[in-house]
């Protein structure tokens, strides 16, 4: 097991997954998986957020000098995220979309399948995160199939390859919100 990936902090939550086993050229032919039909509107909030990500440092040098104008510009983009979360939650149609438990991290993931998958095997990955109504194109590389389990599933253990770093940060993003949210129902509790 590559001790790297132990490294990052791994979270469990509900997501969509859908996956194609591919060739390792077919991997190498774009930078995003192309094996799924996604309307404009799949990836509109993770460009949203990249954008986010790219300008983040601006706003940061601005806020230093202007914070009213820092302020002003951090409203509009909240509302251009407003905007692009309503679009992508009427796009996506999650009655259609099979949610699951998976364990989640920035280096990879695990999953259930009907289907086992042979180990080292590429993948094209289209996960959809519920909560956002975001969804990402993403490479992986089977590192272990489970034997079938009781309910007739195989859990599947992949690493992410050739992920973009706008994804990651999407991956880390999801990962931070879900320990938050689960930290304050700890805290509700007590």
Same mark, same amino acid.
């Given at each position: 097991m590559n001790q790297e990936r132990r490294q990052y902090f791994r979270i469990n939550g509900k997501v969509a997954v859908d996956y194609k086993i591919i060739t390792k050229d077919e991997m190498r032919h774009g930078r995003l998986?192309?094996?799924f039909q996604v309307s404009p509107f799949f990836l509109l909030l993770n460009q949203l957020q990249e954008y986010s990500r790219d300008s983040s440092y601006h706003l940061r040098k601005i806020a230093q000098k202007e914070p009213m104008i820092a302020t002003y510009l951090e409203l509009m983009n909240n509302k251009i995220d407003a905007i692009a979360h309503a679009i992508a939650k009427s796009d996506v149609d999650f009655e259609h979309l099979s949610a699951q438990e998976?364990? %989640?991290?920035?280096g990879g993931m695990s999953f259930y399948s009907p289907e086992p998958v042979e180990l080292k095997s590429f993948l094209? %990955?289209? +996960? +959809?995160f519920e909560e956002t109504h975001s969804g990402l194109l993403l490479y992986g590389q089977t590192l272990y199939c489970s034997e079938k389990q009781k309910d007739g599933q195989y859990k599947i253990g992949i690493e992410f390859t050739e992920m973009p770093e706008s994804s990651r940060m999407i991956v880390a993003r999801y990962i931070l919100n879900r320990q938050t949210h689960d930290r304050q129902k700890i805290d509700e509790q007590y």
């Amino acid at each position: 097991m590559n001790q790297e990936r132990r490294q990052y902090f791994r979270i469990n939550g509900k997501v969509a997954v859908d996956y194609k086993i591919i060739t390792k050229d077919e991997m190498r032919h774009g930078r995003l998986p192309s094996q799924f039909q996604v309307s404009p509107f799949f990836l509109l909030l993770n460009q949203l957020q990249e954008y986010s990500r790219d300008s983040s440092y601006h706003l940061r040098k601005i806020a230093q000098k202007e914070p009213m104008i820092a302020t002003y510009l951090e409203l509009m983009n909240n509302k251009i995220d407003a905007i692009a979360h309503a679009i992508a939650k009427s796009d996506v149609d999650f009655e259609h979309l099979s949610a699951q438990e998976i364990n %989640l991290s920035e280096g990879g993931m695990s999953f259930y399948s009907p289907e086992p998958v042979e180990l080292k095997s590429f993948l094209a %990955l289209k +996960v +959809v995160f519920e909560e956002t109504h975001s969804g990402l194109l993403l490479y992986g590389q089977t590192l272990y199939c489970s034997e079938k389990q009781k309910d007739g599933q195989y859990k599947i253990g992949i690493e992410f390859t050739e992920m973009p770093e706008s994804s990651r940060m999407i991956v880390a993003r999801y990962i931070l919100n879900r320990q938050t949210h689960d930290r304050q129902k700890i805290d509700e509790q007590y």
